[in-house]
């Protein structure tokens, strides 16, 4: 039979429990999966290897679009297990847009409607660790423009602030723990990023980052380190590999080179993309790259390829055949798309051939 009390008295002894005995305990919350894999949640951040989109914003089911590098969109991208989506950006305007080189050429929009997706998928997947890569060629202030739009999308509050910078590959936290902090975003920024001070939310690139060439155009993918900073040696930066394979359209001068989406499936297979960390594992101190940045992540085993680097355990029969089903094309899709890219080259040609003539 239960005690009855008045309600004053058990404020009383609820006040008293606080006084002698210290303040309840709060519950302390522990990742248990993170990003799909309970193995993963003891690892550190830069001890894992993540899928990423190369210019994900540029994506279009068209394949007659001249500048597309994905088929896919921003949602799409991310329920495939995208975890690293990287952009670049240009003002259209007096709004910041994410573009590649002009937005005259592919515009895929506002950086705040690319953003508050991002967003939409962090709070509907609380156990996911995501990496955003930003390519700031105008140079505009992290402080004054970008931190604004971030602040608007409300991602700022997530993101991951090192203790200092830059920190090496060791000094990495865990998954688990980014994710029990509720920071479990990390951004990156290639230009501008090292004049911030240590407490920003915009991390520069290079100094922890390097990577391999970009618009490759050799299938063996030879590996170097491209760009990188000091002051930490290259063995302790974490490292991305370039993994787009290019095609030069018209080899005149500079060239025109453009992704290439009929190679897209043996490109992003799992002998290419494995071939391609091996090669550039004895430069980054014998460790898998952080970041495999991919065109077309829709298409290829690309996400298989990061399950072997991490030593995840293989897909059943059943999810393998899913996977498959999912991360390919169809037939009539991947026809449509060989036609559609030949027409492409044909127009460019077309075009510089008046140009040419009309000089």
């Known amino acids: 039979m239960g005690m009855w009390l008045p309600l004053h008295l058990w404020i009383l002894l609820f006040a008293a429990r606080v006084v002698w005995c210290g303040p309840l305990a709060t519950p302390t919350r522990r990742a248990t ?29 068209d394949p007659f679009a001249l500048a597309r590098d994905q088929e896919v969109d921003i949602p799409t991208q991310l329920n495939l297990g995208v975890r690293l989506l990287q952009a670049q950006a240009h003002m259209n305007g ?17 950086v705040l409607d690319y953003l508050r997706l991002v967003k939409n998928f962090l709070d509907t997947n609380p156990n996911e660790i995501l990496t955003l890569l930003v390519t700031n060629p105008e140079g505009l202030s992290p402080k004054d423009v970008w931190r604004p739009i971030f602040d608007q999308a409300g991602i700022t509050n997530l993101t991951y ?26 951004v990156f920024m290639d230009a501008e990023a090292d004049s911030i001070n240590a407490t920003s939310t915009i991390l520069p690139e290079f100094s922890m980052v390097w990577e391999t060439p970009f618009s490759q155009t050799n299938a063996s993918f030879p590996c170097s380190v491209n760009r990188i900073h000091g002051p930490l ?35 992003n297979g799992v002998p290419s993309i494995m071939a391609h960390a091996a090669s550039c594992a004895p430069l980054g101190a014998n460790r898998y790259p952080s970041f495999i940045l991919l065109d077309y992540v829709n298409i290829g085993q690309g996400f298989l390829a990061a399950d072997i680097m991490n030593g995840l355990p293989p897909p059943t029969s059943s999810s393998s055949a899913s996977l498959t089903m999912s991360a390919t094309s169809s037939p009539s899709s991947k026809n449509s798309g060989a036609v559609g890219f030949q027409i492409r080259r044909a127009a460019i040609l077309a075009v510089v051939g008046c140009i040419l003539f009309a000089l």
């Open 33 to 61: 999966v993170c990003n799909g894999h309970a193995e993963l949640c003891s690892r550190l951040y830069s001890n894992v290897t993540f899928v990423g989109a190369h210019d994900s914003f540029a994506f279009s089911e």
């Open 94 to 110: 007096d709004v910041l847009h994410f573009c590649h080189t002009s937005c005259d050429l592919f515009d895929g929009g506002p």
């Open 161 to 186: 602030v090192p203790p200092s910078l830059p920190i090496s590959q060791s000094q990495w936290p865990t998954l688990g723990s980014m994710i029990d902090s509720g920071k479990r975003v990390v």
């Open 233 to 267: 040696s290259t063995e302790d930066h974490i490292y991305l590999i370039n993994h787009s394979l290019n095609v030069n359209i018209i080899p005149i001068g500079s060239g025109v080179i453009i992704s290439d989406p009929l190679d897209a499936p043996v490109t």
